[in-house]
């Protein structure tokens, strides 16, 4: 996550899944926050918040506050805690920012930062994490580089869903055979997943839900449905 994506269409479907989702749930938001980087349009999504009539009635509130905050020039992720958008969930919000972390240093200052986002988040019942890239094998996920900020390991997507329930954040890629094969891949490397929820407008990402119990899985029936403009539910 960056500051600089708050308010775009992505995060207006992101925090529509986790309010329809987290009621009467202690949520937390692993953020894995990243400073601001990457090319200059990046986050430049924000013309649906002019299509009112189009987007609004899926989550009125919400639309109004992300309207308030980018019409405000307010983008950041304190603006959404401070707002309550999320209602009481809990923030782990430390930066993830490697920068000027000694290069035979990274590894361990990576585990100790996601030990403490652990323990942050340890009363959640669920959790959300939000990297920028998405999800990343075990095999080409390397601390050292500083390309791995913007990912989260199989591994840690496994460590934060243990004993409840986990949304974890996946930015579609060029991968052979597909989104939806990408996708049917990263469930099965998930243990838990039985549902993934594709957004399909303007850059398309998937959330994946990790042991969801019977109450989630019929909101999760009822968000797709009044969202179906715009995403797709998908079941194991």
């Known amino acids: 996550m960056q500051d600089r994506y708050v308010g775009d269409i992505g995060d207006f479907a992101k925090y529509g899944l986790l309010r329809a989702i987290s009621e009467g749930r202690n949520l937390g938001m692993a953020w894995y926050l990243h400073p601001d ?10 013309q649906y918040l002019k299509q009112s009539k189009e987007w609004r009635p899926l989550d009125c509130q919400l639309f109004d ?12 992720i304190a603006a959404v805690q401070e707002r309550g958008i999320l209602g009481d969930a809990i923030f782990a919000d430390e930066p993830l920012d490697m920068e000027n972390v000694p290069v035979r240093c990274r590894t361990n200052w990576r585990r100790t930062w996601f030990e403490r986002v652990k323990e942050t988040l340890a009363d959640c019942d669920l959790v959300f994490a939000d990297p920028d890239n998405g999800i990343i094998p075990e095999e080409k996920f390397s601390p050292t580089r500083k390309s791995s900020t913007k990912s989260i390991s ?6 934060l869903a243990k004993g409840r329930t986990a949304v974890i954040y996946h930015h579609n890629t060029r991968r ?14 998930l243990p838990g997943c ?19 119990d019977n109450r989630m899985e019929s909101q999760l029936e009822k968000f797709a449905g009044r969202w179906e403009m715009c995403g797709k539910l998908l079941r194991q």
């Open 194 to 212: 039985t549902s993934a929820w594709y957004w399909r407008r303007r850059s398309n990402r998937t959330f994946f839900i990790i042991n969801p």
């Open 37 to 46: 980087s990457g090319p200059p349009g990046d986050g430049r999504h924000t």
């Open 176 to 189: 052979r055979g597909g989104h939806r094969k990408e996708i049917r891949h990263w469930m099965s490397e």
């Open 65 to 76: 506050d992300l309207w308030k905050i980018v019409d405000r020039k307010q983008r950041s």
């Open 154 to 159: 199989v591994g840690e997507a496994r460590d």
